[in-house]
């Protein structure tokens, strides 16, 4: 039987009915068309599917869609700011850390997650924390570059 969902996600207030077997992923994807959340083993392992929930990056390919319930959602749809690409977003073009670009969504949440709690993390903070996401890529020194970047010019931004 359906259940009544009332979440926020973006800033937008969504009420829905929907079957509580669903995954939070594709409720995200598949209901609100927000295809930028991406699955790649919908087992918690590969990190492709990270959103933030309440301020904590969440793997949203194990999280039942009621988890959601008066949560505060955030998915890489909701990082740009008028339209100008977050500064994770810049850093991450600019370092070459996105080439097939299908870990990117979840590797960016995941940074934007970190950085909002810790804004000076070390180099192995970082690889630590996104030790969870899996890139077949880039390898990760260029993600890891591109992060510490991002820290910095948000550090620099919040003293403007
Ligand atoms: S799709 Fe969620 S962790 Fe891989
Ligand atoms: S850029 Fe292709 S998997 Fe990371």
Redesign the pocket.
Known sequence: MKQHLITTVNGQHIERDVDPSMRLVDFLRDELLLTGTKIGCKQGECGACTIIMNGTAVLSCILPVMKAMNAEILTIEGLDEDGKLNPIQEEFIKGGA???????PG?IMGTKALLDKNPSPTREEVREDLSGH?????GYKKIEDSVMKAAERLREESHD
Do not use: M, V, Y
């Open positions: 996105i080439q097939c670009g299908f870990c990117t590797l899996i890139c077949r890529c880039t």
